[in-house]
């Protein structure tokens, strides 16, 4: 499995979102719903416009954490995932046309089912390859939440509960802010005169 990063620059994140725009909506509110959930994209995929319409929050049980396996099903914990208004407003505005029960990402494969995390993969790296990124798949709109949220308040505790990580040293290096420091290190010593 490659390793991917952020999308940490504002420019390319409105780049990547107006190439996706220009293609499809449900691929632009794909990319959005991300970036402004945090969400891993299985949970991503899961959410049906019931879920979302008309909300300013959701709620899910996370499919891949430990946690979630060691649990019983009787005692089950569902996130609470608020929806900002710049989502809410896309949300809306996608969904106009839409049933209750269908996928949030239905896919125009068969009757109503998620694409599948193959697709999300692709859309992205379509998008990514458009736009001139490396390193990017389908934990991007993950990451790329976590480093805007670090970077207008720096709360590593905030970001570590949100992704349910068990230091905050894995949630700076999730998030790739330890990844900027190494390469300031690094880049620090063409300073020196040696």
């Known amino acids: 499995m490659n390793f991917v990063q952020p999308i940490r620059d504002l420019e390319k994140i409105s780049?990547?979102?107006?190439?996706?725009?220009?293609?499809?909506?449900?691929?632009?509110?794909?990319?959005?719903?991300?970036?402004?959930?945090?969400?891993?994209?299985?949970?991503?995929?899961?959410?049906?416009?019931?879920?979302?319409?008309?909300?300013?929050?959701?709620?899910?049980?996370?499919?891949?954490?430990?946690?979630?396996?060691?649990?019983?099903k009787k005692h089950t914990v569902r996130k609470r995932v608020p929806i900002v208004t710049k989502l809410q407003r896309l949300i809306n505005n996608y969904c106009a046309d839409m049933n209750q029960t269908d996928y949030l990402f239905k896919s125009r494969q068969g009757k109503n089912r998620p694409i599948t995390r193959v697709r999300a993969y692709d859309i992205l790296r379509e998008a990514a390859h458009h736009c001139v990124l490396k390193e990017i798949g389908t934990h991007t709109l993950r990451k790329t939440f976590g480093y805007l949220v670090y970077q207008n308040d720096k709360d590593v505790a905030l970001l570590q509960d949100i992704f349910n990580h068990s230091s905050q040293y894995i949630t700076l290096k999730y998030i790739g802010v330890n990844q900027d420091a190494i390469e300031e290190a690094y880049s620090a010593l063409n300073n020196l005169r040696i």
């Not at 107006?18 to 632009?28: G, H, I, M, P």
């Not at 969400?39 to 879920?51: A, C, H």
């Open 15 to 72: 780049e990547v979102r107006a190439f996706l725009a220009n293609k499809n909506k449900r691929d632009e509110l794909l990319f959005c719903f991300g970036i402004f959930t945090g969400l891993r994209i299985s949970d991503i995929l899961s959410v049906k416009v019931q879920d979302v319409l008309g909300e300013d929050h959701f709620y899910i049980i996370e499919q891949k954490t430990k946690k979630a396996k060691q649990r019983s």
